[in-house]
């Protein structure tokens, strides 16, 4: 089952939930969220959210997991070139500059990260989504192989590196950048590194191999 069809499958009532709870950490963040804080943005009874969950612990849990599912079908397509497609994901991870309420959220979903080494589930569901991220790069990157965008690559090995830099990079955005403070900078590293391993780059300098 795809990401799109795991939150159109939701049950309705747990989906009217999990947007409360994204319109309410928009507004309000992580540490401070309440369960009184989503059941504002609600429309039905506070009572109702009490019957599916326990309290905000297990609620967070199931609001991690209906995020990360979005951030998954949001993930560009293959209709582009592998190169392409490979530089719009970076930009779908790291937009340049952030607005307030998408900055809190991306904020909320960093300290459940962070969290994660003392909360099973959370772990769990980084996990899945990091092994989900890492296949995707890893199909870009063999594509891009086969189609001559990319060159002498382990796709494999790549596509962790690639995983490492987006994840440390949305990290430092997020704990030393503003949201509207740009981050080209950051990106440019891995631009940079796109266009190291891209097959016309630098194709006069000599290789290794060549000696």
């Known amino acids: 089952m795809c990401a799109s069809d795991a939150i159109d499958e939701m049950d309705p009532r747990k989906r009217d939930i999990m947007e409360a709870t994204y319109t309410a950490v928009s507004k309000h963040g992580y540490s401070d969220l309440t369960i009184q804080d989503i059941a504002d943005e609600f429309e039905n009874s506070k009572t109702l959210i009490y019957y599916h969950y326990n309290g905000r612990s297990e609620l967070l849990v199931d609001f991690l997991d209906y995020v990360l ?27 340049t500059t952030v607005d307030e309420e998408p900055y809190r959220v991306m904020l909320a979903m960093f300290e ?26 890893t199909d870009i990157l063999s594509r891009g192989l086969e189609a001559g965008d990319f060159e002498r690559i382990d796709p494999a090995v790549e596509a962790e590196l690639f995983l490492s830099l987006l994840i440390g990079t949305r990290a430092r ?39």
């Open 69 to 95: 599912q979005r951030f998954l079908a949001e993930l560009p397509a293959s209709s582009e070139s592998p190169r392409d497609e490979l530089e719009t994901l970076v930009d779908t991870l790291l937009p």
């Open 173 to 211: 955005r997020l704990t030393v950048y503003e949201p509207a403070e740009s981050i080209d900078s950051l990106k440019a590293a891995i631009e940079s590194h796109i266009d190291r391993i891209s097959a016309d780059a630098d194709s006069s300098a000599p290789r290794a191999d060549d000696d």
């Open 112 to 137: 459940l990260r962070v969290n994660a080494p003392h909360d099973d589930d959370c772990r769990e569901q980084y996990l899945a989504v990091d092994n989900e991220l890492k296949s995707h790069l």
